[in-house]
């Protein structure tokens, strides 16, 4: 493998980081006398930090990101080449990259058909707010203006985004918040509102309507919900759960907006985590894995259906959707996203997140029997949580300093790069999170476990 790491002194790099820049969700404090950690180059699952240590990085650039792994020259040549060519122009106008990943994109999503670009995932899910928002101006009166989100669910950082996000310590210091956004409950089973119940899903999804009943069915425009919760502790919900959900939406004339930042673009063994369950959303947000990190891009999907509903007055003109994301006008988020998609199909990244995420499941499943530690295990293609308890019985959630032990003890035994729920719910920042590059191995996924049955081992023995 051909890695520069170690070849320069970059020492002026670390003091120059040490000094300037502000790292995202990190307390500070700690570099007073350690250095940051640089990543300093990356190859399909690895990277290098800046003193050359190789690191299995499970968990896709930190953040469930990078899809088909590091060091991809196509997707940086297609860059390049549409760079050169034409950067940017304001989306009021056409660009090739943008009509062309546009017109693929809805060639996965049967029943969508409008894409509209920004630059981030909390960016994404403000365009859906907005549109939600405008369709009650225009349609109701401005009556029906609220938008539900459920608990333990984010959907961003920015203020609007975390008026909608169901995790307190995110939000908290942060407010006052967006008026509007109301929550409910959320559908992980195994912490059950409801204390045992025949039939969670639909006991979870009625909840939603005995909320949009309270608000007052003419009041609410929208609810927005993740496929399957990632950082709230990687929520897979329950049988029934989705079928009722929709039927609530059509019901209540309620638009479903579903947040694909995580699950979209194959992380779960589909392009999208909606297509597991046969539902039709009005509206589809993503961001991370559209063009796995190699630019920033991020699109809110929606029906023809909601499309029109914003040029059926030509003649008034505050009827059209009167948003703009300057960002979303650069080429190099549609043409990575491009390539990034031709190789998701021909390499059939798909079909390999499906195999190596059941067998993913399984092996965390093997970890279970051994350790008391690990309450649940949960997951969707190469996407999967380890919930750790304090107690199996009661699944009191360990404390959040175990789960971050393991971690720690992942990266410093074996340099692999695990994840957690992480300053996200009081009291439950205690979900481990695993989400390789779908191009993940047995073999991979093997050294994974492997650092993980150690870890546990050591800190439950500590
Ligand atoms: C489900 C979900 N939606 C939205 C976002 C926000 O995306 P961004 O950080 O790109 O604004 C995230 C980020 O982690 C996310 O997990």
């Known amino acids: 493998m051909n890695v520069h790491v170690g070849e320069n002194d970059i020492s002026h790099v670390i003091e120059a980081d040490k000094a300037h820049i502000w790292h995202h969700l990190t307390q500070h ?42 060091g991809r020259e196509t997707i940086a040549d297609a860059v390049r080449d549409q760079l050169v060519k034409m ?17 693929r994109l809805i060639g996965k999503m049967p029943g969508m058909s409008r894409v509209y670009y920004s630059n981030s995932g909390s960016e994404a899910n403000e365009k859906a707010y907005k549109i939600v928002r405008q369709i009650a101006h225009n349609k109701y009166g401005g009556k029906k203006n609220k938008i539900l989100y459920r608990a333990r ?28 956004f109301i929550e409910v409950p959320h559908c992980l089973e195994y912490h059950s509102q409801w204390g045992e119940v025949d039939d969670y899903g639909l006991r979870a999804a009625n909840a939603i309507e005995e909320v949009i009943l309270r608000e007052g069915a003419d009041t609410v425009g929208g609810l927005i919900l993740e496929p399957i919760t990632a950082g709230g502790g990687v929520i897979v ?15 209540y004339d309620v638009l479903l907006i579903i947040d694909e930042v995580v699950c979209g673009m194959g992380r779960t063994g589909k392009w999208f985590g909606y297509q597991h369950y046969g539902i039709e959303p009005d509206i589809v947000t993503m961001a991370k894995g559209v063009a796995s990190g190699y630019a920033a891009i991020s699109c ?13 007055d030509p003649a008034d003109p505050m009827s059209y959707f009167r948003d703009i994301s300057t960002f979303g006008g650069c ?36 970890l ?17 949580g380890a919930e750790l308890v304090a107690d199996r019985e009661s699944r009191e959630p360990v404390h ?41 191995t047995k073999s991979d996924i093997d050294e994974i476990i492997a650092s993980v049955d150690g870890a546990l081992k050591r800190v439950a023995a500590a």
């Open 400 to 440: 959040e300093s175990v789960t971050q032990a393991v971690v720690g003890e992942c990266f410093k035994a074996d340099a692999v790069v695990i994840g957690a729920t992480n300053r996200s719910l009081a009291g439950f920042n205690n979900t481990l999170t695993f989400s390789p590059a779908l191009i993940a």
């Open 237 to 251: 919900p329950p049988a029934g759960y989705w079928e009722r959900v929709q039927e609530i939406c059509q019901k």
């Open 87 to 103: 950067n940017f122009f304001a989306g009021s106008m056409g660009t090739i990259p943008g009509a062309r990943f546009a017109e």
């Open 153 to 180: 669910d984010y959907h961003g950082t920015t203020i609007t985004a975390l008026s909608s996000g169901g995790q307190d310590e995110r939000k908290a210091q942060y407010g006052p918040y967006t008026p509007g």
């Open 29 to 70: 404090k700690k570099f007073d006398d350690q250095d940051p950690l640089i990543i300093v180059e990356g190859r399909g699952l690895r990277v290098w930090n800046q003193a050359g240590r190789e690191h299995l990085d499970a968990v896709s650039g930190g953040v469930w990101t990078v899809n088909v792994g590091y």
């Open 331 to 366: 080429t190099a988020g549609p043409a990575a996203a491009l390539e990034n998609m031709r190789i998701l199909e021909d390499e059939d990244l798909l079909g390999n997140c499906e195999k190596m995420g059941d067998y993913f499941v399984e092996q965390l499943e093997g």
């Open 368 to 384: 279970q029997a051994k350790h008391a530690m690990i309450g649940q295990v949960r997951g969707k293609g190469l996407f999967c």
């Open 300 to 312: 809110t999907v929606t029906t023809e259906a909601v499309f029109d509903m914003f040029k059926a």
